[in-house]
């Protein structure tokens, strides 16, 4: 079944399937788990379009996806979704050297300060997850 024949809620669910598997459920869990009535309508469209309309489409492996997610958090300067997705890069297979070159790139293309903070980011998280036996 492709994207288009599936209903908004079938869509919904693998959202969140690939969701809980980039992320890991806990991450996951717990930012559901802080949804306010506020907050509900995003969290559904973020689950709904960007994991399911999006991360489950065949077009780009996973791998591809998480790094490309860290450039463009570089670009934007979004760190705590930077820190997010490194960690889902490092459970989609990508190394901390392939990290640590795609950052590097940024420094190029987006600008040194936004990847000096995005290494910080990044290094923070690494050491983070090294900690806790996750790297």
Known sequence: M??????????????????????????????????TEFSRPIQELVTEYCWGATWTREGLDRRTRSLLNLVMLTA???????????????RNGVTVEEIQEALLQTAVYVGVPAALESFRVAEAKLTEMKTAGEL
């Open 2 to 35: 492709t994207n288009s024949e599936s209903t908004r809620q079938e869509t919904y669910e693998a959202g969140l399937t690939v969701r809980r598997e980039v992320l890991g459920a806990a991450h996951v869990d717990r930012s559901l788990g802080q949804v």
């Open 76 to 90: 934007l300067n979004r760190p705590h979704e930077l820190g997010v997705h490194v960690r889902g890069a490092v």
